[in-house]
């Protein structure tokens, strides 16, 4: 039965959706195991994104994003906030961001990583329970271990060229 069919069956059944050929596969689905966390250890990961953000409890922070590089866990994305809402948080923020480069608030304003800079780094991830008991991550500290600009893609379409006009193009 193709994908289409599957769709158009009138059925309520959705194994033979499952089973469409090119269609979402719900198999994925039934052999998730539900885990939300990588094990303690240390990872290779890069830097995703780096972001002044205002955390649940209206606290002004700095938020970095990794993802996995290696491993079985590769893409596994995690998180790191740094909060400044008093002098030994701020201390601790700055002291942590500055192989980063980020030791300004203007830097932390700017946008992160730059265009085409590639930050790889060691993380060492910590497993810690939430209030429910339910295990997440916390990542305890992190190692750069290259931090460089790669070429810029030559296939890339610049966006200036298509912003401002009517239309979209020059």
């Known amino acids: 039965m193709g994908f289409r069919d599957a769709l158009n069956s009138g059925s309520d059944d959705l194994t033979p959706f499952d089973q469409a050929p090119g269609g979402d596969d719900l198999a994925n689905f039934d052999a998730a195991t539900g885990e939300t966390f990588i094990p303690a250890g240390w990872y290779s990961a890069t830097i995703v994104r780096g972001e002044v953000v205002t955390t649940k409890k209206q606290k002004q922070a700095y938020r970095l994003?990794?993802?996995?590089a290696d491993g079985p866990h590769r893409g596994f994305r995690l998180w790191r906030y740094f909060t400044f809402d008093n002098a030994a948080n701020a201390n601790r923020a700055k002291v942590q961001l500055a192989p980063l480069g980020l030791t300004t608030s203007a830097a932390l304003r700017?946008?992160?990583p730059g265009p085409n800079r590639v930050i790889t780094l060691k993380i060492l991830v910590g497993?810690?329970?939430r209030p429910d008991g339910t295990p997440s991550n916390d990542v305890e500290r992190f190692e750069v271990t290259d931090d460089r600009t790669a070429p810029p893609n030559?296939?890339?379409v610049n966006l200036e060229d298509y912003a401002g006009d009517e239309g979209g193009t020059r």
């Not at 994003?65 to 996995?68: E, H, I, Q």
């Open 65 to 68: 994003s990794f993802d996995v």
């Open 110 to 112: 700017a946008p992160f």
């Open 154 to 156: 030559p296939n890339a």
């Open 127 to 129: 497993v810690q329970k």
